[in-house]
Structures are given as C-alpha cells and as structure tokens.
C-alpha cells in the first residue's frame, strides 16, 4: 500500500494535487538502509551543497565547450541562477519551469537551480516543434521558461496567438541580448539557501519519449533521485570520484539526467556536457576530455564499433573504462563488435521514465550476451501473465518491477495501465531464464505471431546483425492472408553491398541457419536509415506505416 505521503512544503500545489489516488500507485520498497531519508530532503542541495561543505569544492564538476567548472564555480552559478529566479523572475516554489537546450554545462545549472529553488524541472528534447512544446506547457501548466537562444523559434511559436498562456517568463541563455540569463545573473548573490523541501514534493516532471500516443508526464520526488542515485550507480556502475562521464543521451531524458548529471555529482565525479554526441563527434570527445565513463545506445556503440574498424578517423578511446548502453536492448552482436573492438565489456540496463532510471542490469563481470541482467538490489522484478500471475523461469510474460522509484503519471488515465497490484509493467515481454537473468524478447505490443508462432522482432534484428553486410535493421509484423503476419525485416546494408535478390536470399538463410527457420524475414526491404527518436529507440510504428 501507499505510504501516507508527508506535508508538501510547496507553495504552488499544483503537482500534488495531480498525483495518482493512493490506489493506483504503485508499492514502494525501501528495504536498503541507504534508502532511508530525511523527511526534509531537496536534492539539488544533497549532490551539489553537501559536496562543497565535504571540501570538495575545488574538485572539477562540470565541462564543455570553452567551460570548466569546479563543484564551488557550479554552485556559484546555481545560486545565482536560483536568486534570479525568485527574486527577478518571481518564481515560487512548486512551479514549473521548462528547460529547453542541448547538452551544455549551463542547462545543467538551471536545472539544479531550479530544484533548489524548490521549482520543478520540466526537461524538453531539443528538437521538439511548436505543437510538441505548447503541449508539454500546457499539460504541466508552466510558468517560467529557461531556453537556449539557439532554440528559442519553436517556443516562440508555441506562444504565438495566444498559444501557451501559462508561461509568464522566458529567458534565453547562450545568447549575447543585454537581458540573457548569464547577465541578469551575474547581477545576483552567488549565496542561495536551498529551498526547505519534502523528500515527497515533486522536483521534476519528465515527459515520455512517446513513440506514439500523447505525451504522458511522469512525475519524481526529492527522494526518486536520491533513490536512484542510491541504487544502480552504487551497486553496478561502481564509478569512483576520479571518472569522468560523457555520452549523448539528453539531460531531458531521465537516461541523460542521471547518467550524465546527477550519478557523477553523488560520487564527486565530473561530467562533460556536449551539444552534439553522435556516433560521429563522441569518439573525438572522448578522446579530448580522456572520458571514462559513457552513456550512449546500442545503436551508437554498434555505429561508432563499425567505423572505427572501416578505417574511418583513428580516435584513442583508450581512457575509457565503463561504457553503459541503454534505451533499447542490446543485441549480441553490438556487445561482442564493442569488446572486440575496445575490450569493454558493455553495462547494459534496462530503465524507464516512469521508474526514473534503471532496475534491471549486469556489471561487466555478471554480464550475459542476450540478456539484460537481474534486478539492480533496491528493486524486485517477476514476469507475469495477463491476469497478473507470476511465471515459471522460462515463460514468456510481462515484466513486472517494484522499488524505491515507481510510476506517478501527472493527471493520466494511463496510470492503471502502467501499475497493477502495486507492480509497475514496463510493457516490456521478458523470460527469466535458468540462471536468473531478464531476457528482454520485444515490446508486449511488438510480438509478432505468425502462423500461431511468437516471434520476438529483436531475436530476428540480433540475428541479421550477425551478417557482414549488415549495418542497422528493424523487424517488424506486416499483416499476412496465409499466416495472419509475417516477418518482415529493413535493413540498412554496408557501404558496398548490393541491395538485390541474391543479399535477400543471403540474408534469409543466414537468419534460419542461426535461430529457428520459421523466424526468419519471409519480406525484407532495404533503407537508406532507419527511423528513431532521439534518443536513440527505433520507431517500429513508423516502419509499420505503409511507405
Ligand atoms: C526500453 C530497454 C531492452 C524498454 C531509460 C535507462 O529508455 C529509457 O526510458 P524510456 O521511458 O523507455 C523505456 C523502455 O525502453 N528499454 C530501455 N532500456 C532497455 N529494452 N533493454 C534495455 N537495456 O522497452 C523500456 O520499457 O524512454 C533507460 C534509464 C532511464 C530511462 N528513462
């Protein structure tokens, strides 16, 4: 059952009046001593002002293109931030603000300013358009708006007659105006007391990748990230005070926010913020900030693996020491293609926005080519039926987690979807097999059947990779008289090979020769790319879209 939530300490009750009723939230476990906190708890002071008080201050936090920042200069720049504000930008507590920018050292000072003003951080993808901005403001009834200069036109339309009529205040950053960000903040205190928060108040609305449908916002307290900072960093990714972090996830995306935020900052680490961290541009970072640490998805450690051996641009990733893949699940091949090339061993995990972070995972020396790993300790994971009975170890079913972190969707009715009987269900079909680990086989609404088979898309994918030509593929279900539906594959084929019958006939019987013959793609198209977000996941619907 719910625990009785404590006394919301912010002024603007917006987000607490919108929480799931106590019956559809899902159960919250907190059986690590470490998970016991304080009832009075704001976590942007526990990772940033408890670690200048432990003498760290002068320690690196934070760099980028042209900064570099110490825990001392990043607090120094959070407070001033934090002072405008509530004293220029009459923020109160509770509000939300929507942070909009790419990856840079400053977006992360206005998110922890945010927090510490005890506002609510509401990320934003950079690529987001007008529509997809205007609803995100309007959902979560925003009031002040953070933008990156650079990005400032689609907001801007958003707001055009009349539109998202909640936002009282944008003030762009990363830009020369007189009235920027950087200025009205160099004019303010750099001291700011950290707003008195509830460890059960609201610090952050993340709004769901959403591959389809309309966005969902989840909602994460003060405690969500100093639970999740708890969890998986300590007891997989094991990173100690003298990493350095990279990689390309958005700090909008909860996967970026922690791994390239919030993880570094509760061990002392520091992190590089960089704008664009493609497969093209991470190798030469990595190499220039002798980064040690990265968070990237499977496609771009499988992109980044074939140029580096295609004799594309030599780049030393020899500071490297933990490379940490999620958002999609991590075929065989990309894992061996990543050791053969780097020695790495990948840290997969699987995560979710509405869990804030990840639950399920393997370190480097638990990890199994083909399965996710087994429940990150603080969580408990079990594979369930349709009517919500635990399954035996090998028996396809509907991933079911608990922990400290849980799904609390602003407003939604997609709630009781996403939590039944106190479990969160990721919507994720995975097996446990014999030796407990999580083998993740599709999305539940992503199992193809084929002539009353079930068939996992990416087996299929993972299989294909295996072929040298093969450079990226996507195996979706197109509907089928004879068989109901049937395989069909896109395929994204290597410079240099021909996309013609004889590759397709090459590609089916190399798929029946390494899983069972009835999975392989009766149907293969070829691509020039293959669609996905951007954070990396592939837009299946989209391939299921008649061209
Ligand atoms: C899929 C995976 C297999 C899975 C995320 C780490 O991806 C994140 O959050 P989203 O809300 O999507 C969640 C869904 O993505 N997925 C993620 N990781 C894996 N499937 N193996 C994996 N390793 O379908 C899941 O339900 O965008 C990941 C941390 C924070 C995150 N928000």
């Not at 960000?181 to 059960?200: Q, V």
């Not at 003060?222 to 960093?233: E, G, I, N, S, T």
């Not at 972090?245 to 926010?257: R, V």
Request: a neutral charge.
């Amino acid at each position: 059952m719910p625990l009785p939530l404590l006394p919301s300490a912010l002024a603007d009750s917006f987000a607490r009046d919108r929480l799931p009723p106590p019956e559809q939230w899902p159960e919250l476990v907190f059986d690590l001593p470490e998970l016991r906190f304080a009832d009075q708890l704001n976590c942007a002071a526990a990772l940033l002002d408890a670690r200048v008080a432990r003498g760290d201050g002068q320690r690196l936090a934070v760099q980028g293109e042209g900064v570099r920042w110490t825990y001392a200069e990043l607090q120094a720049q959070v407070n001033r931030i934090a002072n405008e504000l509530v004293h220029g930008l009459g923020l109160v507590s509770g509000n939300r603000v929507l942070l909009r920018g790419a990856n840079t050292p400053m977006l992360a000072a206005c998110w922890l300013a945010v927090v510490k003003a005890g506002g609510i951080a509401v990320g934003s993808m950079p690529l987001l358009r007008a529509k997809e901005l205007k609803q995100i403001v309007d959902k979560a009834q925003i009031s002040h708006a953070l933008c990156d200069a650079r990005l400032a036109e689609e907001l801007q339309l958003a707001r055009a007659d009349g539109g998202a009529a909640s936002l009282r205040e944008v003030v762009l950053f990363h830009g020369d105006a007189p009235d920027a960000l950087e200025a009205r903040a160099a004019c303010r205190s750099d001291h700011f007391a950290a707003a008195t928060t509830s460890a059960d108040d609201v610090c952050l609305m993340a709004f769901t990748s959403g591959t389809t449908g309309t966005p969902k916002a989840t909602m994460h307290f003060h405690r969500d990230v100093m639970a999740a900072c708890a969890c998986w960093p300590v007891h997989v990714l094991r990173a100690t005070r003298d990493d350095v972090f990279i990689g390309s996830p958005p700090l909008a995306f909860t996967f970026g926010l922690g791994g390239l935020l919030l993880f570094p900052m509760s061990v002392g680490a520091s992190t590089v913020l960089i704008e664009k961290a493609t497969p093209d541009t991470l190798p030469a970072a990595i190499e220039r900030y002798r980064a040690t640490v990265c968070f990237t998805a499977p496609t771009s450690y499988r992109a980044i693996a074939l140029a580096l051996s295609n004799g594309g641009p030599k780049h030393d990733l020899g500071s490297l020491r933990k490379c940490v893949s999620a958002g999609e699940a991590l075929p065989a091949a990309t894992r061996k293609l990543w050791r053969d090339t780097t020695g790495i061993e990948i840290i997969d995990g699987i995560g979710s926005t509405e869990m804030l972070h990840i639950f399920i995972s393997a370190d480097e020396a638990h990890a199994r080519p083909g399965a996710t790993g087994t429940p990150v300790p603080g969580y408990r994971a079990c594979i369930v039926d349709d009517e919500g009975r635990q399954l035996p170890p090998g028996q396809v079913g509907r991933l079911a987690v608990k922990g400290p972190t849980g799904c609390k969707y602003l407003a939604d009715e997609r709630q009781r979807q996403y939590v039944q009987n106190g479990w969160n269900l990721t919507g994720d079909a995975y097996l446990i097999d014999t030796d407990g680990q999580y083998v993740y086989q599709a999305r539940t609404d992503d199992m193809i059947i084929s002539g009353g088979y079930n068939i996992a898309g990416p087996e299929v994918e993972s299989a294909l990779l295996l072929h040298p030509a093969v450079a990226e593929c996507g195996v979706i279900g197109v509907a089928d008289a004879d068989r109901g539906q049937i395989v069909k594959a896109f395929v994204v084929l290597k410079a240099g090979h021909e996309a013609d019958e004889t590759m397709t006939k090459a590609l089916q019987d190399f798929v029946k020769q390494s899983i069972a013959p009835y999975k392989y793609p009766r149907a293969i198209e070829y691509l020039a790319q293959l669609p996905r977000t951007e954070t990396g996941k592939l837009q299946r619907f989209r391939l299921r879209q008649p061209a």
